[in-house]
Protein backbone atom coordinates (compact mmCIF):
# COMPACT_ATOMS: atom_id res chain seq x y z
CA UNK A 1 0.00 0.00 0.00
CA UNK A 2 1.07 3.55 -0.39
CA UNK A 3 0.95 6.72 1.65
CA UNK A 4 -1.07 9.18 0.95
CA UNK A 5 -2.17 7.91 -2.41
CA UNK A 6 -2.96 4.86 -4.10
CA UNK A 7 -4.20 3.72 -7.85
CA UNK A 8 -7.50 4.81 -7.79
CA UNK A 9 -6.80 8.38 -6.13
CA UNK A 10 -8.39 10.67 -8.68
CA UNK A 11 -5.89 13.39 -9.78
CA UNK A 12 -6.14 16.72 -11.84
CA UNK A 13 -2.67 17.77 -13.72
CA UNK A 14 -2.31 21.86 -13.47
CA UNK A 15 -0.42 22.52 -17.02
CA UNK A 16 -1.21 19.39 -18.67
CA UNK A 17 -0.57 21.03 -21.44
CA UNK A 18 3.12 21.91 -21.37
CA UNK A 19 5.90 20.09 -22.34
CA UNK A 20 6.66 18.51 -18.70
CA UNK A 21 3.10 18.76 -17.71
CA UNK A 22 1.97 16.51 -20.60
CA UNK A 23 4.70 13.88 -20.56
CA UNK A 24 4.64 13.21 -16.83
CA UNK A 25 0.89 13.09 -17.16
CA UNK A 26 1.38 10.34 -19.96
CA UNK A 27 3.94 8.04 -17.97
CA UNK A 28 1.60 8.39 -14.68
CA UNK A 29 -1.41 7.61 -16.64
CA UNK A 30 0.25 4.43 -18.58
CA UNK A 31 1.03 3.23 -14.69
CA UNK A 32 -2.38 3.33 -14.37
CA UNK A 33 -3.38 6.65 -12.83
CA UNK A 34 -6.91 7.55 -12.36
CA UNK A 35 -5.93 11.80 -14.32
CA UNK A 36 -9.65 12.57 -14.26
CA UNK A 37 -8.53 16.33 -15.75
CA UNK A 38 -6.16 18.71 -16.89
CA UNK A 39 -5.99 22.46 -16.14
CA UNK A 40 -4.38 24.79 -18.46
CA UNK A 41 -5.61 29.05 -19.15
CA UNK A 42 -7.43 29.26 -22.14
CA UNK A 43 -7.05 25.89 -23.38
CA UNK A 44 -10.21 24.90 -21.93
CA UNK A 45 -12.35 22.13 -24.09
CA UNK A 46 -9.63 20.68 -25.45
CA UNK A 47 -8.50 17.07 -24.69
CA UNK A 48 -5.51 15.61 -23.92
CA UNK A 49 -4.10 11.67 -23.64
CA UNK A 50 -5.31 10.79 -26.78
CA UNK A 51 -8.40 12.20 -26.13
CA UNK A 52 -8.91 10.75 -22.83
CA UNK A 53 -8.62 13.73 -20.93
CA UNK A 54 -10.37 16.86 -20.98
CA UNK A 55 -8.91 20.23 -20.19
CA UNK A 56 -10.29 23.08 -18.03
CA UNK A 57 -9.40 26.85 -18.20
CA UNK A 58 -9.03 26.30 -14.11
CA UNK A 59 -9.48 24.16 -11.34
CA UNK A 60 -12.53 25.54 -10.46
CA UNK A 61 -14.05 24.82 -13.74
CA UNK A 62 -12.93 21.03 -12.89
CA UNK A 63 -14.18 20.25 -9.76
CA UNK A 64 -17.60 21.52 -10.89
CA UNK A 65 -17.57 18.25 -13.12
CA UNK A 66 -14.92 16.02 -10.51
CA UNK A 67 -15.84 17.16 -7.37
CA UNK A 68 -14.59 14.25 -5.49
CA UNK A 69 -10.91 14.63 -7.12
CA UNK A 70 -8.31 14.28 -4.59
CA UNK A 71 -5.38 14.82 -5.55
CA UNK A 72 -3.32 17.99 -8.19
CA UNK A 73 0.30 17.86 -9.53
CA UNK A 74 1.70 21.06 -10.53
CA UNK A 75 3.59 21.42 -13.58
CA UNK A 76 3.61 25.38 -13.86
CA UNK A 77 5.78 27.99 -14.56
CA UNK A 78 7.49 29.30 -11.77
CA UNK A 79 6.20 33.07 -12.01
CA UNK A 80 2.44 31.49 -11.98
CA UNK A 81 3.39 28.58 -9.84
CA UNK A 82 1.89 30.94 -6.75
CA UNK A 83 -1.55 31.17 -8.28
CA UNK A 84 -1.90 28.08 -8.91
CA UNK A 85 -1.28 26.83 -5.39
CA UNK A 86 -3.51 29.02 -3.98
CA UNK A 87 -6.65 28.07 -6.65
CA UNK A 88 -5.80 24.51 -5.64
CA UNK A 89 -6.43 25.54 -2.28
CA UNK A 90 -9.36 27.10 -2.57
CA UNK A 91 -10.88 24.17 -4.81
CA UNK A 92 -12.17 23.00 -0.92
CA UNK A 93 -11.35 18.91 -2.39
CA UNK A 94 -7.59 18.36 -2.19
CA UNK A 95 -5.97 16.23 0.42
CA UNK A 96 -2.86 15.97 -1.30
CA UNK A 97 -0.99 18.61 -3.80
CA UNK A 98 2.58 18.08 -5.53
CA UNK A 99 4.29 20.77 -6.87
CA UNK A 100 7.17 19.62 -9.28
CA UNK A 101 7.82 23.45 -10.55
CA UNK A 102 11.28 24.29 -9.22
CA UNK A 103 12.43 28.14 -9.57
CA UNK A 104 9.95 29.32 -6.94
CA UNK A 105 10.35 33.01 -5.18
CA UNK A 106 11.06 31.86 -1.40
CA UNK A 107 8.61 34.48 -0.30
CA UNK A 108 6.28 32.42 -2.46
CA UNK A 109 6.94 29.22 -1.19
CA UNK A 110 6.00 30.67 2.10
CA UNK A 111 2.98 32.06 1.22
CA UNK A 112 2.16 28.47 -0.19
CA UNK A 113 2.83 26.77 2.96
CA UNK A 114 0.87 29.24 5.38
CA UNK A 115 -1.92 28.49 2.99
CA UNK A 116 -2.13 25.35 2.02
CA UNK A 117 -1.64 24.25 5.69
CA UNK A 118 -4.65 26.50 6.77
CA UNK A 119 -6.77 24.61 4.23
CA UNK A 120 -5.46 21.10 5.84
CA UNK A 121 -3.95 19.68 2.36
CA UNK A 122 -0.77 17.90 2.68
CA UNK A 123 1.43 19.97 0.27
CA UNK A 124 4.40 18.12 -1.24
CA UNK A 125 7.20 20.32 -2.79
CA UNK A 126 8.19 22.65 -4.23
CA UNK A 127 11.18 21.00 -6.61
CA UNK A 128 9.75 18.04 -5.69
CA UNK A 129 10.05 14.35 -7.72
CA UNK A 130 6.28 13.04 -6.03
CA UNK A 131 5.24 10.33 -4.40
CA UNK A 132 5.94 6.85 -5.83
CA UNK A 133 5.23 3.55 -4.87
CA UNK A 134 6.05 0.75 -6.83
CA UNK A 135 3.54 -1.12 -8.47
CA UNK A 136 0.82 0.52 -7.55
CA UNK A 137 0.81 4.40 -7.41
CA UNK A 138 3.13 7.31 -8.97
CA UNK A 139 2.34 10.52 -8.63
CA UNK A 140 5.28 12.46 -10.12
CA UNK A 141 8.40 12.37 -12.28
CA UNK A 142 9.96 9.04 -10.83
CA UNK A 143 10.86 6.21 -14.01
CA UNK A 144 7.97 3.96 -13.51
CA UNK A 145 10.55 1.14 -13.19
CA UNK A 146 13.09 2.23 -10.76
CA UNK A 147 12.20 0.64 -8.22
CA UNK A 148 10.43 -2.78 -6.88
CA UNK A 149 7.55 -3.43 -4.33
CA UNK A 150 8.85 -3.84 -1.14
CA UNK A 151 9.20 -2.72 3.01
CA UNK A 152 11.77 0.01 2.55
CA UNK A 153 10.64 3.52 3.07
CA UNK A 154 12.53 6.81 0.76
CA UNK A 155 12.75 10.06 1.77
CA UNK A 156 14.53 12.26 -0.46
CA UNK A 157 15.37 15.82 -1.00
CA UNK A 158 17.30 15.30 -4.48
CA UNK A 159 14.70 13.63 -7.07
CA UNK A 160 18.46 12.57 -9.10
CA UNK A 161 19.82 10.97 -6.00
CA UNK A 162 16.58 9.42 -5.15
CA UNK A 163 16.22 7.61 -8.40
CA UNK A 164 19.89 6.30 -8.14
CA UNK A 165 19.25 5.12 -4.73
CA UNK A 166 16.39 3.10 -6.06
CA UNK A 167 17.99 1.92 -8.69
CA UNK A 168 20.52 0.22 -6.22
CA UNK A 169 17.91 -0.99 -4.31
CA UNK A 170 16.57 -2.45 -6.79
CA UNK A 171 19.44 -4.17 -8.12
CA UNK A 172 20.42 -5.38 -4.72
CA UNK A 173 16.68 -6.99 -4.25
CA UNK A 174 15.62 -5.06 -2.17
CA UNK A 175 12.10 -3.82 -2.72
CA UNK A 176 10.43 -0.45 -1.96
CA UNK A 177 7.12 0.55 -0.22
CA UNK A 178 6.76 4.55 -0.96
CA UNK A 179 9.24 7.05 -1.57
CA UNK A 180 8.29 10.49 -0.91
CA UNK A 181 10.15 13.44 -2.24
CA UNK A 182 10.24 16.51 -0.41
CA UNK A 183 12.25 19.03 -2.98
CA UNK A 184 14.96 20.81 -2.58
CA UNK A 185 14.48 23.95 -1.79
CA UNK A 186 15.25 25.97 1.20
CA UNK A 187 11.55 25.62 2.55
CA UNK A 188 9.39 22.98 1.95
CA UNK A 189 5.81 21.95 2.38
CA UNK A 190 6.21 19.01 4.00
CA UNK A 191 9.40 18.57 5.89
CA UNK A 192 11.83 15.68 6.23
CA UNK A 193 10.56 15.12 10.04
CA UNK A 194 6.66 15.33 8.67
CA UNK A 195 7.39 12.14 5.83
CA UNK A 196 9.53 10.14 8.73
CA UNK A 197 6.48 10.57 10.84
CA UNK A 198 4.17 9.45 7.82
CA UNK A 199 6.55 6.00 7.43
CA UNK A 200 6.46 5.59 10.83
CA UNK A 201 3.09 4.56 10.91
CA UNK A 202 2.74 3.01 7.58
CA UNK A 203 2.11 -1.02 8.38
CA UNK A 204 4.21 -1.89 5.15
CA UNK A 205 7.22 0.24 5.94
CA UNK A 206 9.41 -1.89 7.90
CA UNK A 207 13.12 0.20 7.22
CA UNK A 208 13.14 3.89 6.06
CA UNK A 209 16.44 5.45 3.61
CA UNK A 210 16.37 8.58 4.09
CA UNK A 211 18.54 10.94 1.39
CA UNK A 212 20.33 13.92 2.55
CA UNK A 213 22.93 16.07 0.98
CA UNK A 214 24.46 19.73 1.56
CA UNK A 215 22.38 22.83 2.84
CA UNK A 216 20.08 23.45 5.93
CA UNK A 217 19.89 21.84 9.14
CA UNK A 218 17.20 19.46 7.94
CA UNK A 219 18.93 16.40 8.24
CA UNK A 220 19.87 16.86 11.88
CA UNK A 221 16.48 18.37 13.30
CA UNK A 222 15.07 14.40 11.24
CA UNK A 223 17.98 12.34 12.92
CA UNK A 224 16.89 13.63 16.47
CA UNK A 225 13.80 13.03 15.84
CA UNK A 226 14.49 9.49 14.23
CA UNK A 227 16.53 8.56 17.67
CA UNK A 228 14.01 9.71 20.23
CA UNK A 229 10.40 9.86 18.41
CA UNK A 230 10.15 6.83 16.01
CA UNK A 231 10.06 3.21 16.21
CA UNK A 232 11.52 2.22 12.68
CA UNK A 233 14.98 2.29 11.91
CA UNK A 234 16.51 4.96 9.45
CA UNK A 235 19.62 5.04 7.66
CA UNK A 236 20.84 8.06 6.20
CA UNK A 237 22.41 8.60 2.38
CA UNK A 238 24.44 12.31 2.93
CA UNK A 239 25.73 13.45 -0.38
CA UNK A 240 28.06 16.28 -1.05
CA UNK A 241 30.68 15.73 0.83
CA UNK A 242 33.41 17.67 -1.67
CA UNK A 243 30.49 20.31 -1.96
CA UNK A 244 32.47 24.20 -1.70
CA UNK A 245 31.76 26.30 0.69
CA UNK A 246 29.43 29.56 0.41
CA UNK A 247 28.35 28.74 -2.52
CA UNK A 248 24.65 27.65 -4.01
CA UNK A 249 24.09 24.89 -6.45
CA UNK A 250 21.13 23.46 -8.24
CA UNK A 251 18.54 24.34 -5.98
CA UNK A 252 17.86 26.86 -3.12
CA UNK A 253 18.67 24.76 -0.15
CA UNK A 254 21.60 23.73 -1.43
CA UNK A 255 24.38 26.19 0.82
CA UNK A 256 26.77 26.07 2.92
CA UNK A 257 27.48 28.72 5.20
CA UNK A 258 30.73 27.76 7.99
CA UNK A 259 30.12 24.28 8.49
CA UNK A 260 26.10 24.71 8.86
CA UNK A 261 24.58 22.37 6.51
CA UNK A 262 27.69 20.29 5.89
CA UNK A 263 27.89 16.63 5.19
CA UNK A 264 30.56 16.50 7.16
CA UNK A 265 28.44 18.05 9.90
CA UNK A 266 25.43 16.16 9.33
CA UNK A 267 26.96 13.16 9.32
CA UNK A 268 28.71 14.13 12.75
CA UNK A 269 25.17 13.98 14.30
CA UNK A 270 23.80 10.99 13.10
CA UNK A 271 27.04 9.31 14.70
CA UNK A 272 26.40 10.93 18.12
CA UNK A 273 22.80 9.97 17.98
CA UNK A 274 23.72 6.34 16.94
CA UNK A 275 22.35 5.70 13.48
CA UNK A 276 23.69 4.58 10.69
CA UNK A 277 24.89 6.69 7.59
CA UNK A 278 26.94 5.89 4.26
CA UNK A 279 28.44 8.28 1.85
CA UNK A 280 28.40 5.49 -0.74
CA UNK A 281 25.72 3.92 -2.82
CA UNK A 282 27.07 0.87 -2.51
CA UNK A 283 27.21 0.20 0.92
CA UNK A 284 23.73 1.10 1.49
CA UNK A 285 22.29 -2.51 0.49
CA UNK A 286 24.26 -4.00 3.29
CA UNK A 287 23.77 -1.79 6.11
CA UNK A 288 19.94 -2.41 5.61
CA UNK A 289 20.46 -6.00 5.53
CA UNK A 290 21.62 -5.09 9.45
CA UNK A 291 17.91 -4.36 10.38
CA UNK A 292 15.47 -7.79 10.35
Known amino acids: MSILINRETSIIVQGITGRAGEYYSRLMYRFGMNIVAGVSPNVGGSWVL????????????????FPNVKAAILFVPAPQALDALYEAADAGCFSVVVCVTKGIPLHD??????????KGIRFIGPNSPGIYNPGNALLGVFPADCAVPGN???ITRSGTLGFAVLETLKAAGIGVSTCIGIGGDTLQGTTIVDALALMDEDVYTKKIVLIGGVGGLEEERAASYAMFSMATPVVGVLAGRNFPKNRS????????DGDIGSVDKKELTFQQLGLRCVSKLRDLPRVLETYS
Do not use: L, W
Not at 50 to 65: C, L, M, Q, R, T
Not at 249 to 256: C, E, K, N, Q, R
Open 109 to 118: VSKACRYMDS
Open 152 to 154: VGV
Open 50 to 65: DGKVPVFDSVANAVEI
Open 249 to 256: FGTSGAFI
